[in-house]
């Protein structure tokens, strides 16, 4: 069973970047589209970007596009998450998620909490003024 685990989060400011990593243990990392998703406080939990298997795919939320960068390499096993320009209302708690199945496009594989098949942890950003 592959596990996740998010790394990298802390605080910044405004207008500063932060990168994030997702590392998988198990086996078969390079079978898994993968996620990200962020939860702000006393908000509901929302999809920011995705990539596919071979990290030739990537699509994002519309207000991240530009700012936000996902990527992996899967010799390392691990995703990552490069944020640029980060403002204040970001700061939320980011997970990573993972889904095999081959029957769905990507962005379906993440187009609800019930598709995905892997969660980490979470990792808390928070951007200040």
């Known amino acids: 069973q592959v596990q996740l685990a998010e790394s990298g989060g802390g605080l910044v400011q405004a207008g500063g970047s932060l990168r994030l990593a997702c590392t998988a243990s198990?086996?078969?990392?390079?079978?898994?589209?993968m996620a990200w998703f962020r939860q702000a406080p006393g908000q509901e939990r929302e999809f920011v970007g995705c990539?596919?298997?071979?990290?030739?795919?990537?699509y994002y939320m519309n207000s991240v596009k530009g700012r936000f960068t996902i990527s992996r390499d899967n010799a390392k096993n691990t995703v990552y998450l490069q944020m640029d320009n980060l403002k204040p209302e970001e700061t939320a708690v980011y997970y990573c998620a993972g889904n095999s199945r081959a029957d769905m496009g990507l962005i379906m594989l993440f187009a609800r909490d019930s598709h995905v098949e892997l969660w980490g942890q979470g990792t808390l950003v928070t951007v200040s003024e």
């Open positions: 198990g086996r078969s990392f390079s079978n898994y589209a």
């Open positions: 990539i596919n298997w071979g990290g030739s795919t990537t």
